[in-house]
């Protein structure tokens, strides 16, 4: 949903193709995730181009910046996720 806010539905893009890159956080446990909570920091998808956004950590202060160059982005809510399912690495 954080994409469709970034790149919303259009007939006239129905055959644009964008990619959201999850890779940081695919190899990271769900405690890793959560963590950056904790510290402070949260996870935001930021739209790097007309087709492509990567979800980053960003600190509170990193946000500010990106709202004051008026960078787009969205922060992911991962607050569903559930520590004891796992997840990726260590």
């Not at 695919?26 to 890793?32: D, F, Q, R």
């Not at 492509?52 to 992911?76: D, P």
């Amino acid at each position: 949903r954080c994409a469709r806010a970034l790149w919303p539905a259009s007939v006239a893009q129905v055959d644009v193709n964008i990619t959201i890159r999850i890779d940081i956080i695919k190899t990271l446990s769900v405690a890793a995730i959560q963590e950056a909570s904790t510290l402070g920091d949260a996870w935001v998808l930021l739209r790097h181009n007309d087709r492509e956004a990567f979800v980053e950590r960003s600190s509170k202060r990193k946000m500010n910046k990106m709202i004051a160059a008026s960078e787009k982005f969205q922060v992911v809510d991962l607050s569903c996720l559930d520590p004891y399912m796992g997840g990726g690495g260590t």
